[in-house]
């Protein structure tokens, strides 16, 4: 059974306060990537690394930082936590092949920024 | 605008009933992704399609290259179906890598 592991359901932290949200996949995919969720706005991509050490900026990067040293755990790092990131945060893997391939979810954090 | 459009944002059923959502997206791309997200917040994939038609259980996609349009069916629904669905397109320019979702649709099913 496939899988990717998010560290926590539920986080609250407060403002200004550094935070890391974990994720690792057993599938041994290339391609990672975190997610936020927000209400009427869909999902939308934060950072997606595509290999060890290696990361590129999605649409909405801004106040966020990540982290992939091992192929199987990617981490997402607010820097300073502020109340406008309080979300849903998502993780997903997918292999990289010459068609399209799925994508696995992790079953998300909800942040809260008090 | 977007560029992956569902339709409707909101949808209450009895149960038994069958349902459509729509999808239509504006770029070209490689395939179109059907996921399912309940309560809680996991998302589940249901159905990756580039072409034709897919079924599993009383679940039916569908899609339309040429309009762009992609539509998900389910039959004898169900309370469990209760969920947010969700239309995610995999662009043939930019990072073949990356997916673009719609806003999704929240789906419920009464008893």
């Known amino acids: 059974d496939v899988k990717v592991t998010q560290s926590s359901r539920y986080l609250v932290k407060r403002t200004g306060e550094k935070v890391f949200l974990e994720c690792v996949q057993d599938?041994?995919?290339?391609?990672m990537f975190w997610y936020r969720q927000d209400p009427g706005l869909g999902l939308r991509l934060i950072y997606f690394?595509?290999?060890?050490?290696?990361?590129e900026k999605g649409d909405i990067p801004e106040g966020y930082s990540v982290s992939r040293e091992k192929k199987e755990r990617f981490s997402l790092i607010l820097e300073s936590a502020s109340t406008n990131q309080t979300s849903m945060y998502l993780c997903?893997?997918?292999?990289?092949?010459?068609?399209?391939?799925?994508?696995?979810f992790g079953q998300g954090t909800r942040l809260t920024v008090v | 605008k977007n560029e992956v459009e569902q339709s409707p944002q909101n949808l209450t059923a009895q149960e038994g009933e069958f349902i459509t959502i729509n999808c239509s997206y504006s770029?070209?791309?490689?395939?179109l992704h059907w996921l399912q997200q309940h309560p809680g917040g996991g998302i589940v994939s249901l159905f990756m399609?580039?072409?034709g038609k897919k079924k599993h259980g009383r679940l039916i996609a569908t899609i339309n290259i040429q309009e762009k349009h992609s539509s998900l069916h389910i039959t004898a629904s169900h309370p469990r179906d209760s969920a947010v669905y969700i239309c995610?397109?995999?662009?043939?320019?930019?990072?073949?890598?990356?997916?673009?979702f719609g806003s999704g649709t929240q789906l419920t099913v009464l008893p």
């Open positions: 399609l580039s072409s």
């Open positions: 770029v070209g791309i490689s395939a």
């Open positions: 690394s595509y290999d060890v050490k290696m990361k």
């Open positions: 995610a397109v995999r662009p043939l320019s930019g990072s073949a890598r990356q997916l673009t």
């Open positions: 599938m041994d995919h290339e391609n």
């Open positions: 997903a893997s997918s292999s990289t092949g010459r068609t399209s391939t799925e994508a696995f």
